[in-house]
Nanobody
Framework: VQLQASGGGLTQAGSSLRLQCATS??????MGWFRQAPGEDRQFVAA????????RYSDSVRYRFTISRDSAKNMLYLQMNSLKPEDTAVYFC????????????????????WGQGTQVTVSS
């Protein structure tokens, strides 16, 4: 599976951005978004099972971010609203062919394929 993330940029606090991740190759069972700020560990953001409606969010982004997918276009999205300076990070999309259960979605070790990352910078 090849992943290509895009949509990042420089924006102000309170604004919105939409990230997208194009997938190609074999079918996926789950996809997610992770982020990494300078000097920090990679952090789970949101994930979904490719079939069905199961989604999972980190506490820090719940009610502000929405993960979605377009199966026909093989695209994964992350709508980010009410952005905060602490959302500044490189955002990565990830995928696995496994059909992860809810408790497994937040663990980056369960994903086999990773995109190159897109920078999101939120100024105060």
């Amino acid at each position: 599976v090849q992943l290509q993330a895009s949509g990042g940029g420089l924006t102000q606090a309170g604004s919105s951005l939409r990230l997208q991740c194009a997938t190609s190759g074999r079918a996926v069972g789950a996809m997610g978004w992770f982020r990494q700020a300078p000097g920090e560990d990679r952090q789970f953001v949101a994930a979904l099972r490719w079939s069905g409606t199961t989604t999972r969010y980190s506490d820090s982004v719940r009610y502000r971010f929405t993960i979605s997918r377009d199966s026909a276009k093989n695209m994964l999205y992350l709508q980010m609203n009410s952005l905060k300076p602490e959302d500044t990070a490189v955002y990565f999309c990830a995928a696995t062919s496994s059909r992860l259960i809810f408790s497994e979605l937040q663990n980056g070790g369960n994903y086999d394929f990773w995109g190159q990352g897109t920078q999101v910078t939120v100024s105060s």
